[in-house]
């Protein structure tokens, strides 16, 4: 199975920046996609950004485009989210996420991701 961990989080002022990694291990393969939610104290899990494999075509939320950034290494099968001038409002528990879609699918609901990683606290204060 594939197994993921996040690192990376931390206490940051607004406007601040933070990277966040995701080290992938296991049967990941051309047909995942990777991707980051986050989860904030009552709220629901919500979208952030993904990635596919195959091509290393982006996705992001409105709520992070222009500000975040996914990137990829494909040798060291990590993934990667800058954050850059971040906001009180992105204070969650970040996760990564894996799933196996087709070449041109990408989700963007919970559900539809198989393996997930541990989570890391992102706090913003202002």
């Known amino acids: 199975q594939v197994q993921l961990v996040e690192s990376g989080g931390g206490l940051v002022q607004a406007g601040g920046s933070l990277r966040l990694s995701c080290a992938a291990s296991g049967r990941t393969d051309s047909s995942y996609v990777m991707g980051w939610f986050r989860q904030a104290p009552g709220k629901e899990r919500e979208f952030v950004s993904a990635?596919?494999?195959?091509?290393?075509?982006?996705y992001y939320a409105d709520s992070v485009k222009g500000r975040f950034t996914i990137s990829r290494d494909n040798a060291k099968n990590t993934v990667y989210l800058q954050m850059n001038s971040l906001k009180p409002e992105d204070t969650a528990v970040y996760y990564c996420a894996a799933g196996r879609f087709s070449t041109y699918y990408t989700s963007s609901l919970p559900a539809e991701y198989a393996y997930w990683g541990q989570g890391t606290q992102v706090t913003v204060s202002l």
């Open positions: 990635i596919r494999w195959s091509d290393g075509r982006t």
